[in-house]
């Protein structure tokens, strides 16, 4: 009888482990990057691709890019993807990531609703155009959250005669929000905002909204990969970080890049060097 109980346990153990998800073997990697990568549907379609042929998961946590250079710093990533290049080679300067390499770059454009109450469509400086929406006094809407995007803005508003910070919560509004949630306000208030041009062309929520101004060199958008560290933090995956980052650096990885539409647009556009 006992040996009976013990076949039949044996039997259902077998049955269990063989139906039972297995998670433990699966190799992956911690991946701290951007809401614009993510809200554009890039990984959704890229890293499928490279785990299919590597058999490794890419784990993504998406933030601002500030954040997810914090986040790094602090040793929660094996490899980096954001778009601040100033603030990324200060990463690798300090110490804390060990090269840097471009990646892929797209642009920054300006939406605002169809009716374009201050006037800003087709000017050719992004500059110019921010003045006019100040002077204005329409509502612009700012991420206000140091990513990727609010940096390029700041940087913007820098070269402009308004203070932005002094008129925060007037017609200059901050969500500390990623890029869609921030699109979703600008539409609800009729507002204008600066977005990645790979995120306003996935966003769903358009309504009457339409781009802008676009065009000027300084809405550049270069994205950067980086392998966190493993001398700051040994428990970096160094072997695995650097195989994919060596995929998307590689000929087969910029083609899958290149690769990647929405509604037949290309997003992204590969611009690797070694």
């Not at 250079?69 to 954001?82: E, F, I, K, P, T």
């Not at 008129?167 to 600066?194: H, P, Q």
């Not at 065009?215 to 560290?229: A, H, K, R, S, T």
Request: hydrophobic share 40%.
């Amino acid at each position: 009888m006992l040996s009976k109980l013990i076949k039949i346990i044996f039997i259902g153990l077998c049955a269990w482990t063989n139906t039972a998800p297995v998670y433990a073997d699966n190799p992956f990697i911690l991946l701290q990057s951007t809401t614009s990568t993510r809200n554009s549907g890039l990984y959704d379609y890229l890293l499928p691709i490279y785990t299919n042929l590597s058999g490794v998961d890419i784990r993504v946590v998406a933030v601002g890019t500030g954040q997810a250079l914090r986040n790094a710093r602090n040793g929660d990533a094996d490899v980096l993807l954001v778009h601040a290049k100033s603030a990324e080679e200060k990463f690798v300067a300090d110490g804390f990531g060990v090269e840097r390499f471009d990646l892929m770059y797209n642009d920054f454009v300006i939406i605002g609703p169809g009716s374009d109450p201050a006037g800003v469509r087709g000017l050719e400086l992004a500059t110019a155009a921010l003045e006019t929406i100040a002077h204005a006094g329409a509502t612009f809407v700012s991420r206000g959250d140091d990513s990727g995007t609010h940096k390029k803005e700041l940087e913007l508003w820098g070269g402009t005669t308004v203070e932005v910070d002094s008129v925060s919560g007037t017609w200059y509004l901050e969500t500390g929000s990623g890029m869609g949630a921030t699109l979703n306000i600008a539409t609800g208030k009729d507002a204008y905002t600066l977005t990645d041009r790979a995120t306003w062309i996935s966003f769903q929520n358009k309504q009457s909204f339409e781009i802008l101004v676009e065009g000027d060199p300084l809405l550049f958008n270069q994205y950067g990969v980086i392998m966190v560290n493993p001398e700051r933090h040994t428990h970096v995956k160094a072997d695995l970080g650097q195989a994919f980052i060596d995929w998307l650096l590689s000929p087969a990885g910029q083609n899958a890049i290149a690769t990647f539409r929405v509604d037949g647009q290309q997003l992204f556009y590969p611009n690797a060097k070694r």
